[in-house]
Structures are given as C-alpha cells and as structure tokens.
C-alpha cells in the first residue's frame, strides 16, 4: 500500500529527454540532480534545452492550501530561438521568426488530494529583444526593437488551458481544449491592442476589438493555409470590431475607419464606414 510507505528518490540525469502535453515541445538533453519523495520533488539546478535554446531551472517544495497535497513551486531563465516558436505556438505557417530572445519563468503546480486533479501555473517573461518577427502589422516586430511581454498560461484541469498574454500594447485572453489527437485547439479568444484591457471571451473563436494604427487586408489574407487539410484562418478567427487610423484594403488606403471583419464559410465580409468610404466588401 503506497500509502503505508515513505520512498525517497534521488537520481542524476545525464541528457535526458522530458515530454508533456502540456509543453507540446520536449525538453532535451536535460542535466542536474532530481531528488522525489511522496510529497516533495526538489532540484537546487536543472539545465537542458528547449525550443533551440538554453535554459536553467530549479524546483522546490511549495507551501500547501486547502485540499493540496503536493506542491511544486519552479523557477528559471534561458534563451528560445525564433524559428521554432511559430510551430511551437500554433502559428500559421507564412508567419516566421528568427533570431533569439531571453525569458524568466516562474511557475506552480499542485495535486489535490492523493490523486486528485493536477492544476497548474506558469508565467513567462521577456522584453522580446533579438526576435525579428515577419508577420501582419501590428504584429510584425524588428529584432533589435524592445517588446516587453508577459505570458500566464493557466492549467485548471486536465485538457484545458487558459492564456492571458500582455506585449506592448496588446492584450489577449485566450481559452484552449486538447483534441483527442494531442492537439490544443482555440476554443474562444478575445484580444486588443490599444492598450486597454479585455474582457472575458464570450463567443468561439477569436474576436479582435478596439484601436489598430495600421491594418492591411492583403496581410491577412495570405495567412490562408496551403494544404486544403489544414485548419484554415476563418476556422478560428470571430467577428473583428476595431477603429482603424490607416487601412489598406485591395489597393484603396482609407483613414480614421471603423471596421468589422466576418469570416464566413468561403469568404471575408468586411464592413466599414468612415470619412472617405462607407461600404461592404465580400471577398
């Protein structure tokens, strides 16, 4: 009965090889001593790398609340390399980055009960300097230009992530499900970027409000998937509701426009109205 036992662990990787779901990337060639027990895992040093990049973390015992029986509190640094993040994140494949950044996690996980649910915590910090990003504007980013960006992905059960992201004058908050096939699809998402905070995502898929300096269709539009298999972009991206300063769309470039963005089954609606053009266009 493993209840009625106390075991203490302790073991020295030597280029292991660890993978989650969670992290949907393995951690490779992972060194440092790992001491387990029933309720205690400590590392002082951990070091490996993830995503192309080096990282060093430590793992340490957690203070308990509530019905938590084990909790592991984790903290670390490294380095990730661009061109691997788009995969990594879920990015459609015209969207490319090179380059490398620097980032701080810290992070929680805990187990309710003795075999209950495993929630977890983690929040993942860089200014973004050294990553060149190649995508539609206000995406698009120079590398030596400074973004500071703060992720918080939340784990509250299993098959169920929750994103909040805040990078320069963006914020999002985004909801995912795990497929029966490993893979963590958009379920509902709500993002700005002026500056100003959202709310909680109240409809399927992505919907994008507020003010945008600079949009252009065409951008968009080229995110279309190549393969007629893969997802496409109006499978996850909602209504768009947002003032435009500047905006570029099939040739014409019209100012101080508010605009709304339909994805249907085989076309984009666009509606907008403005000073220099009021009109729909389905494209």
């Keep these: 009965d493993p209840d009625d036992r106390r075991y203490q662990v302790t073991t020295t990787l030597r280029s292991a090889t660890v993978s989650t779901p969670m992290l949907r990337a393995p951690v490779r060639q992972v060194v440092g001593k790992l001491e387990l027990q029933r309720d205690l895992v400590r590392s002082d040093s951990l070091r490996g790398r993830f995503l192309g990049g080096p990282f060093e973390l430590a793992i340490r015992p957690g203070a308990l609340t509530g019905n938590v029986t084990l909790a592991i509190d984790v903290e670390?640094?490294?380095?990730?390399?661009?061109?691997?993040?788009?995969?990594?994140?879920?990015?459609?494949?015209?969207?490319?980055?090179?380059?490398?950044?620097?980032?701080?996690?810290?992070?929680?996980?805990?187990?309710?009960?003795?075999?209950?649910?495993w929630p977890a915590r983690f929040d993942v910090r860089s200014d973004l300097e050294g990553l060149e990003i190649s995508a539609p504007r206000p995406f698009a980013k120079q590398a030596g230009q400074a973004r500071p960006t703060e992720v918080s992905a939340e784990v509250p059960r299993a098959g169920v992530m929750n994103l909040d992201i805040r990078s320069g004058s963006a914020d999002a908050r985004l909801e995912f499900l795990r497929s029966a096939e490993g893979l963590w699809n958009l379920r509902a998402g709500i993002a700005?970027?002026?500056?100003?905070?959202?709310?909680?995502?109240?409809r399927p898929g992505l919907q994008l409000l507020g003010d945008w300096p600079d949009?252009?269709?065409?951008?968009?539009?080229?995110?279309?998937?190549?393969?007629?298999?893969?997802?496409?972009?109006?499978?996850?991206?909602?209504?768009?509701?947002?003032?435009?300063?500047?905006?570029?769309?099939?040739?014409?470039?019209?100012?101080?426009?508010?605009?709304?963005?339909t994805p249907l089954e085989s076309a984009w609606r666009v509606s907008v109205s403005g000073p220099m053009a009021v009109g729909t266009l389905t494209i």
């Design 76 to 117: 670390g640094q490294g380095q990730v390399a661009g061109a691997e993040l788009p995969r990594f994140i879920g990015l459609p494949e015209q969207i490319s980055m090179s380059g490398a950044t620097d980032w701080r996690l810290q992070g929680r996980l805990e187990r309710e009960g003795r075999a209950g649910n």
């Design 192 to 202: 700005r970027f002026d500056g100003q905070p959202t709310g909680a995502p109240v």
């Design 215 to 261: 949009f252009d269709l065409a951008e968009w539009l080229a995110l279309s998937p190549r393969e007629p298999s893969e997802r496409r972009l109006q499978d996850g991206l909602g209504p768009a509701e947002v003032h435009l300063d500047e905006a570029r769309v099939l040739g014409f470039e019209f100012r101080d426009v508010s605009a709304r963005l």
